[in-house]
């Protein structure tokens, strides 16, 4: 019986908290259905006299979303298989092989995440203007205003917190596997590439899973590291809708719900894969 009051008031805070993350959500479809003409002459909290797909017709064509979200599918998917690619790499030297380093490289890479982002912004822009790129690779010849940058930076970051994930599910590997193909003859490459990595396939969805939601996402490094409008990706293109004197926040409510469905269809249909992304590393230290 005493377990009862508790149930009632965790079940009541739950649905508190739901409601509260709801809200914005709600009230941004709420407005994203509303002619601008409506919210001028009543305001934004009134009861609406029509409701309207208009403002997402007028998001998606006077804005070129489309080509938004194809710059979010250049940065974002080179960045999750090169982030993978080489956290693996690197988490399977860590975790496999006997060298007296390893505790301090894994440290670290796993410090570098204890940096803000803002902190690092000023020198790591005067770098990007410092350093020269191809004009096939860049247009301005520059690391700054490219995508190769974009896809720099975002790889950078998201490495450390990879190679401490996949470097702990590893270790749980039992280590009989590797000593087994070295007595058939195995390298180190075919025993990361043929028998560790497969066996790493969970952990490894659920990775890109996880990173595909925090690239595509990315506002501050394409804000600050993209000067062209037309190569941000789609979430901090948003700002390119809001003009300097007049700004209709119905068609930006309803261009920032477009921008969100690829997430929302990433988390539906992968939704196994976020939750164990959560509890992934945590068995073994």
Known sequence: MTRRPWRVASQAFMLVMIALWLTPILFALYVALRPIADTNAHGYVSLPSGLTLSNFRAAWTQSDMWRFFLNSLIVTVPAVVLTLLLASSFAYVVARLRLRWNI??????????????????????????????????????????????????????????????????????????DEAAVVDGAGVWTRFWRLTL???????????????????????????????????????????????????????????????????????????????????????G
Request: proline share 6%; net charge positive.
């Open 104 to 177: 301090a490289l894994l440290i670290l890479f796993t410090a570098g995440n204890l940096l803000p982002q803002q902190v690092i912004i000023t020198p790591l822009f005067r770098l990007y203007l410092a350093i020269p790129l191809p004009h096939w690779v860049s247009e301005s010849g520059l690391m700054y205003n490219s995508y190769v940058g974009l896809i720099a930076i975002n790889v950078a970051f998201q490495l450390g917190f990879c190679v401490f994930v996949l470097s702990n599910y590893m270790k749980t590997l039992p280590h009989e596997l």
């Open 198 to 284: 497969p066996l790493c396939r969970p952990a490894l969805a659920a990775l890109a899973t996880l990173l595909t939601t925090w690239i595509y996402n990315d506002f501050f490094w394409a804000i600050t590291l993209i000067s062209t409008g037309d190569k941000r990706p789609v979430t901090s293109a948003l700002a390119n809708l809001q003009g300097q004197f007049v700004a209709n926040q119905n068609m930006i409510a309803a261009a920032a719900l477009i921008a969100a469905i690829p997430t929302l269809v990433v988390y539906a249909s992968l939704q196994k894969h976020f939750i164990a992304g959560l509890s992934l590393g945590s068995t073994k």
